[in-house]
């Protein structure tokens, strides 16, 4: 499918070599972005911080593979440096570029591959699907899948792949993202507009509990479409970011089933907020659905536990799957019927629902449950 490459302007292009692999994205045009707020950053998003406040990018490169994190002052000089081989090999200013990473954690990158795999793919840089299906692949690491996403209005576009798999619990960015638009938007409004849109995606997606180190989202506005209302392209962003959020939930490490958790009626959108992302990265919550285990108390009990303001004897829980919606507490009642409710575990995709009656605000998380398989993946990660 065509998303990055349904903008004009967008071109890309991506290599794989077993573990190693590296993407290039050219696109010119006004800049934002969204880091991890780990204090372990990583090399690329220590550079990134400073040289993104000029609000203009010529490309993006990625390499997966390694993090080039833990890596002191040569990290950030080897970061640097793969800005300088995309200006050298795209004809554009390094400073432009936005360089990310993603793999192992304390390890060197290595250049000469980097500068290898830049000068054979960088001539096949190309406006279309294939291209954009090869760099979303390329800095995949253990994802199963590349994720894409477009989102049509009515004069203007907005496309994004990402990806993401593990050491999911987003801080003020994601996994790695990559957002283009048409639209002509100022850099104060596209930041503001990027802010928003990850707190109630990206940063709403919790697949084991751990903010990664290399967390970015950039995002470039190209503005061939000309100006366009900063509170519709706002609300297509968050779209098209929601869509990413839950595609990266959905192929969360050994996952089997995707879990979306709706907190309604709370006091504010924060409190609405703790309780569904506390719910939906709760272990004890992960591995029930995991084993079709109706054991809804878990679920409360997370809600208890995340530091929102709310009452347990006027919690409502309904536990549901497409097929089946299954009450199992009214106000603080137990009212389950745990047969129904095991049902409503089955499936690939479990909804889980919570009225506080606190309020009248509401938030949305995802996740997956908790599997073997997540440690089978990360306890041999390196090895």
Not at 130 to 150: G, N, S, V, W, Y
Not at 173 to 190: C, F, H, K, N, R
Not at 200 to 228: E, I, M, P, Q, Y
Request: hydrophobic share 40%; net charge negative.
């Amino acid at each position: 499918m065509q998303s990055i490459c349904a903008i004009e302007g967008v071109k890309a292009a991506g290599i794989k070599e077993g573990k190693y692999g590296l993407a290039l994205i050219q696109a010119e045009g006004t800049a934002a972005a969204a880091f991890t707020m780990n204090k372990a950053s990583a090399a690329p998003i220590i550079l990134m911080r400073e040289r993104i406040k000029k609000g203009y990018l010529t490309a993006t490169i990625t390499n997966s593979g390694c993090a080039n994190a833990l890596t002191g002052k040569q990290g950030i000089s080897d970061a640097m440096e793969m800005a300088a081989i995309t200006g050298e090999y795209l004809g554009v200013e390094p400073e432009t570029v936005g360089v990310a990473s993603t793999g192992v954690i304390s390890r060197f990158l290595n250049l000469p591959l980097i500068r290898d795999q830049c000068s054979r793919i960088a001539p096949a840089l190309t406006h279309s699907a294939d291209a954009e299906i090869a760099a979303a692949r390329a800095i995949m690491t253990t994802d199963l899948t590349e994720k894409h996403a477009l989102v049509e209005k009515d004069g203007f576009v907005i496309g994004g792949i990402c990806k993401g798999s593990g050491m999911i619990a987003p801080n003020m960015g994601t996994m790695l993202g990559y957002v283009y638009t048409d639209a002509e938007i100022s850099q104060p409004d596209l930041q503001e507009a990027l802010k928003s849109a990850v707190r109630r995606s990206f940063n709403r997606v919790v697949v084991d509990g751990d903010t990664s180190t290399n967390d970015v989202v950039f995002l470039t506005a190209t503005g061939a479409a000309g100006k366009v209302p900063k509170d519709e392209f706002a609300k297509a962003l968050e779209e098209c970011c929601t869509i990413l959020g839950k595609q990266i939930a959905k192929d969360g490490e050994g996952a089997t089933k995707m879990i979306e958790v709706v907190v309604r009626n709370a006091r504010t959108e924060d409190d609405a907020e703790l309780v569904a992302r506390t719910i939906v990265g709760s272990p004890l919550v992960k591995t029930a659905v995991y084993g079709e285990d109706p054991n809804w108390g878990r679920i409360v009990a997370a809600a208890g536990r995340s530091g929102a303001d709310i009452d347990p004897e006027i919690v409502s829980c309904w536990i549901a799957n497409r097929n089946i919606r299954a009450q199992v507490c009214d106000r603080g009642t137990i009212s389950a019927d745990l047969t129904q409710a095991k049902a409503a575990l089955s499936g690939s995709e479990v909804r889980i629902e919570l009225d506080l009656a606190m309020g009248k605000e509401q938030a949305t998380a995802w996740g997956c449950d908790l599997t073997e398989k997540y440690v089978e993946i990360n306890g041999k990660y390196t090895t």
